[in-house]
């Protein structure tokens, strides 16, 4: 495996642990939902970014 898999994984099972804490505690909606806001932020921040870049790069 390399280097990114490995924190990818780790990153996976952290937010198992998270969901599962959540189920116990009857909060899995509140999980979802927190977990899609910081998808859409993760994503917007980089199409952004990629925006930039293609607009200042050289044709």
């Not at 939902?33 to 952004?48: D, H, Y």
């Amino acid at each position: 495996m390399t280097g990114w898999q490995i924190i990818g994984a780790g990153i996976a099972g952290y937010l198992l642990l998270l969901a599962r804490s959540a189920w116990k505690q009857g909060e899995f909606r509140q999980f979802l939902r927190s977990l899609a806001i910081v998808a859409i932020l993760c994503g917007a921040i980089a199409a952004i970014v990629a925006a930039v870049i293609m607009l200042d790069s050289p044709p």
